[in-house]
C-alpha cells in the first residue's frame, strides 16, 4: 500500500481536488443546471423522436439516468463520470510511458478545469461524448496493435459518439489513419492485409450503427438521416460570409435565403442557425412546393461554399484558433461565454414563454423542488474559474504541437512506439476542434478536446525525450550488437565449451544461423557433403535463441551446434559463428540458410577462389545464375540494393543479399558487425571497407523448403535493408576512414596460415 502511495501521489492529490470540487459544483446548484438543450432532451424522453435536434444519443442516456433517480441523481452520475475518465486517461498514459506525473498531467485537465465541471452539472451530452470518446481510444490503444475485434468494438462506440454529438463523424478520418499506423503494419504486404481486416471490421462496425439509426430516422421522417438540425448546420456559417451579388441572380427563390443585414453589420452564426432559420415563420415569402426550406437552406450554403471558398474557410479558420486564446472571452457575435460561467444566481435561459416556470416546473416534477443556488459556494466556484482555474488556451496549442511532433518523429520520436498513439489521440482533439469551428465557434465546443489532446501532448513529448515504454502495436526494432564477445556470445561460447571441451573444428567450416528452423534444418544438414576441394567440412549450427527442438534435430545430423540464451537476430548468430569458427581453428567459413534456398553441390565455386589466392570473399550471386522468386518488391529490391552498393563502394556488384558466401574466417571475424538482422550488405561493405578482394560468381536460388521469412514483409525489409547498407558505409567510408590503412588480406593470411602448426588447424 505504501508503495502505491508513493507512486501515484500525484495523481491522489489531484484526484482529491477534482472530487472537493465535484462536491461543491454539485451542492452549489440544486437539483441541477438546466441548459436549452436540456429541455429538448427531457421533451423527447417518451416519444423518443430521432427527427429531433439533437440525436437520440443522450436521450436515450438521460431517460435512464431519471428512471433511477432525478436530476440531482443526473448530474452527480456525470460528476462521477468525469472522475473515471480522469483516472482511464491516467491508466492509458501509463501504458506508454512508467512517468507517473506525465499520466497526472493527463489527467488534471479533466479534474480541474472549471469549464469540465460546468458542463457536468448540467444535463447535456458532452461528458458522455467525452467518455465514448475516451472508450474508444482505451480499446484501440490499452493492448498492443489493436485486433480487427477491437477495432469493430471503437466502432461501435464511435458510432455511439456521433449519436451523442454529430460532431464525432470527424472522428472517422483519425480512425482510419491509425489502424493503418498502428504497429507499423503498413510496412509489410502481410501488414496491409492485417489492416484491411480491421479497418473493414472498424468501418463496418461503424456503419451498421450509423446505419441502423438511419434506418429508424427514415422509418419516422420518410428520408434517411441522423438529426433534424441537417438543414440548418451549415446555413448559419454561410450566411454570415455570404456575397449575395455573387449569387445566381435569376434564382429568386434561393436569394430569399441571404441574410438582409449588409456584409460587416452580420450577427453570429448562432443566430442566423437557431433564430432565422429556426423562426417557423421564415422565410415570409412562400416557398415552391419541390423545394422545402431544408433543401434550399443546404443549396445556399453549398454555393456559398462553392463561391466563397476562400471567404468560408478563413471564417472556419478564424473560430478554429480562438480556442488557443490565452483569455477566454467572448469574441463579437459569439455564443457568450457567460453560458459557460458559474453564476451567483441560478441561470435561466430564455427557452420560450415563461421560462422561468419551465424551469421550476422541470425541476419541481422531477425533484420535488425549485432551482436554488448555495450563493458562497457559487461565488467561490466562479473566482476559481475567472482567475485562471482551467486549461490555459497556449498550453492546449503547446500540448497540440507536442502532439504533432512526436506524431511525425521529431527527436527520439523517430524510433518510438509512441508516435501512432499521440497521433490518434492528438489529431483526433484537432479534427473535432476544427469540425466544430466549421459550424461556430464556442467555448462549450473546445470539451472534447479537454480529454484528448493533453494525452496526445504527453505521449508526443514521451517519445521525442525518449521516456516511452515500447508500444506493444510498434514492431520490435533489436538494438545494435555491442562488440564481441557481449554477454549473450560469453554465454553461447561457454556452453559450447561443455558440450565439446577443447574440439577443434575442421579448415572448412560451414556456418548456419536457425532460429526455430526445426522443419527445414535436416534436410540441409543430411545434404550437406563432407569435404570440399579436399579440406574436411564441419558444420557449425548457431541456434540464435529458438523455442523448438532446432538443435537436437541438427546434433542428430552431425552438426556442433552453438546454443545463443536469447534471439538477437541472424546478424548476432552469424557473427558468433564466424568468431567461434576462427577460434576453434578454422581457416575458411561458409555461410549458408537453414531453410534450403541454396545449393551445396554449388560450393566448390565458392572455395576454389580462396584457395587459389584470386579473392578473399567469395559470394555468389542469383543475378549472374539463376533464381526462384515470390515476390516482385524483392526480386526489384535486389537490383535496387546493387545499384546502390555499387554507388557507395565504387565498385560493380549484382547481388548483396545472398546468403552463400565464402570467406577467410578470420576476415570475417576482423569486419565491424553491429546489425542484429539485415546484416549480410554490412558484412560486404565491411570486407571491401578493409581491401580485402572480392568476388561474386554465378549461383542458384531456390524459395524456401518451409515457413516463411522472419525478417518482416518486403517494404519493411526493403527500408531496413537501405538503413543498414547507408549507415554501414557512412561508417566504414566516411567516418571509418576506409582504405587509409589498406591491408593485402591474402598474404596476411596465408602468412598466418604458415605459422599455425597442424594441430591447432586441424590438418592431418
Not at 412562400?286 to 422545402?292: Q, T
Not at 511525425?408 to 509512441?418: I, P
Not at 593470411?749 to 602448426?757: A, D, I, L, T, Y
Request: net charge positive; charged share 20%.
Amino acid at each position: 500500500m505504501l508503495a502505491f502511495l508513493r507512486r501515484h501521489w500525484l495523481l491522489l492529490v489531484l484526484l482529491a481536488g477534482g472530487v472537493t470540487l465535484r462536491v461543491i459544483t454539485w451542492l452549489a446548484y440544486q437539483p441541477a443546471l438546466l441548459y436549452i438543450d436540456t429541455f429538448r432532451y427531457i421533451d423527447n424522453l417518451e416519444a423518443l423522436r430521432p427527427t429531433d435536434l439533437n440525436p437520440l444519443g443522450y436521450t436515450v442516456v438521460l431517460k435512464a439516468m431519471l428512471g433511477v433517480g432525478n436530476l440531482a441523481f443526473a448530474a452527480a452520475a456525470q460528476h462521477v463520470l468525469g472522475l473515471l475518465i480522469a483516472i482511464v486517461l491516467y491508466l492509458l498514459t501509463l501504458r506508454y510511458t512508467s512517468r507517473t506525473w506525465l499520466a497526472a498531467l493527463v489527467a488534471a485537465p479533466v479534474l480541474l478545469d472549471a469549464y469540465q465541471l460546468h458542463i457536468e452539472q448540467n444535463l447535456m451530452s458532452e461528458v458522455w461524448f467525452q467518455a465514448l470518446l475516451v472508450a474508444a481510444l482505451w480499446v484501440l490503444l490499452s493492448r498492443g496493435e489493436p485486433k480487427w475485434w477491437r477495432a469493430a468494438i471503437a466502432g461501435v462506440l464511435l458510432g455511439a459518439a456521433v449519436l451523442t454529438r454529430t460532431i464525432g463523424i470527424t472522428m472517422i478520418v483519425p480512425f482510419v489513419l491509425y489502424l493503418i499506423m498502428a504497429g507499423g503494419a503498413w510496412r509489410s504486404k502481410e501488414g496491409w492485409k492485417r489492416i484491411g481486416v480491421r479497418a473493414g471490421a472498424g468501418l463496418l462496425a461503424f456503419a451498421v450503427v450509423l446505419v441502423s439509426y438511419a434506418g429508424y430516422f427514415k422509418s419516422q421522417a420518410g428520408i434517411w438521416g441522423l438529426t433534424g438540425a441537417q438543414g440548418n448546420v451549415l446555413y448559419g456559417r454561410a450566411a454570415v460570409v455570404a456575397d449575395c451579388d455573387k449569387l445566381p441572380q435569376e434564382d429568386k427563390t434561393l436569394l430569399l435565403f441571404c441574410p438582409e443585414e449588409p456584409l460587416g453589420e452580420r450577427f453570429g452564426v448562432d443566430f442566423y442557425t437557431h433564430y432565422r432559420y429556426g423562426d417557423p415563420s421564415w422565410p415570409t415569402t412562400e416557398l415552391p412546393p419541390d423545394r422545402s426550406k431544408q433543401t434550399l437552406a443546404d443549396q445556399f450554403a453549398k454555393r456559398v461554399m462553392r463561391e466563397q471558398p476562400v471567404d468560408f474557410t478563413l471564417a472556419v479558420l478564424k473560430d478554429f484558433a480562438k480556442n488557443f486564446g490565452p483569455v477566454k472571452m467572448t469574441s463579437l457575435n459569439d455564443v457568450p461565454a457567460e453560458r459557460w460561467h458559474f453564476q451567483t444566481t441560478y441561470p435561466y435561459y430564455i427557452v420560450g414563454e415563461n421560462s422561468v416556470e419551465m424551469f421550476n416546473q422541470t425541476s419541481l416534477y422531477f425533484d420535488g423542488v425549485t432551482p436554488s443556488v448555495n450563493t458562497d459556494l457559487a461565488t467561490f466556484l466562479r473566482n476559481y474559474q475567472l482567475h485562471g482555474g482551467y486549461l490555459w488556451g497556449p498550453a492546449l496549442a503547446a500540448l497540440g504541437l507536442l502532439g504533432l511532433l512526436g506524431a511525425f518523429g521529431v527527436g527520439r520520436a523517430r524510433r518510438s512506439g509512441l508516435r501512432s498513439a499521440a497521433f490518434l489521440a492528438t489529431s483526433s482533439g484537432l479534427i473535432l476542434l476544427l469540425g466544430s469551428a466549421a459550424f461556430e465557434f464556442s467555448w462549450r465546443y473546445q470539451l472534447p478536446a479537454l480529454v484528448l489532446m493533453p494525452l496526445g501532448g504527453v505521449l508526443g513529448l514521451a517519445a521525442m525525450l525518449g521516456w516511452g515504454k515500447r508500444d506493444p502495436a510498434a514492431p520490435v526494432r533489436r538494438p545494435k550488437l555491442s562488440d564481441y564477445p557481449d554477454e549473450v556470445d560469453s554465454g553461447a561460447v561457454a556452453d559450447f565449451h561443455r558440450r565439446y571441451g577443447e574440439a577443434r573444428l575442421t579448415p572448412l567450416v560451414v556456418v548456419i544461423a536457425a532460429f526455430n528452423e526445426a522443419k527445414g534444418i535436416g534436410a540441409v544438414l543430411r545434404d550437406m557433403p563432407k569435404e570440399c576441394e579436399g579440406l574436411p567440412i564441419s558444420t557449425l549450427v548457431v541456434v540464435d535463441g529458438g523455442t523448438d527442438d532446432t538443435a537436437e534435430i541438427a546434433e542428430r545430423n552431425g552438426a556442433y551446434v552453438c546454443v545463443a540464451p536469447r534471439n538477437r537476430g541472424q546478424g548476432g548468430a552469424l557473427r558468433l559463428g564466424y568468431h567461434l569458427a576462427a577460434e576453434r581453428g578454422a581457416r575458411y567459413v561458409v555461410t549458408t540458410d537453414a531453410d534450403g534456398q541454396y545449393v551445396n553441390e554449388e560450393m566448390p565455386m565458392l572455395i576454389k577462389p580462396l584457395l587459389a589466392g584470386e579473392a578473399d570473399f567469395v559470394t555468389g550471386s542469383r543475378r549472374m545464375g539463376t533464381e526462384e522468386h515470390d515476390s516482385k518488391v524483392r526480386w526489384l529490391g535486389v537490383r535496387v540494393f546493387a545499384v546502390l552498393a555499387s554507388i557507395l563502394t565504387m565498385r560493380k556488384i549484382t547481388d548483396t543479399s545472398f546468403g552463400f558466401r565464402g570467406m577467410h574466417a578470420q576476415l570475417a571475424a576482423s569486419v565491424t558487425l553491429r546489425e542484429p538482422q539485415y546484416q549480410s550488405s554490412e558484412l560486404l561493405l565491411g570486407v571491401l571497407a578493409r581491401g580485402a578482394r572480392v568476388l561474386e560468381v554465378p549461383m542458384s536460388m531456390h524459395l524456401r523448403n518451409n515457413g516463411k521469412s522472419k525478417k518482416g514483409g518486403s517494404i519493411r525489409y526493403g527500408a531496413n535493408y537501405a538503413r543498414v547498407m547507408t549507415w554501414t558505409w557512412l561508417r566504414e567510408y566516411v567516418f571509418g576512414g576506409a582504405r587509409r590503412h589498406p591491408m593485402t588480406p591474402r598474404a596476411s593470411f596465408e602468412q598466418q596460415e604458415q605459422r599455425r602448426s597442424p594441430e591447432k588447424t586441424g590438418v592431418s
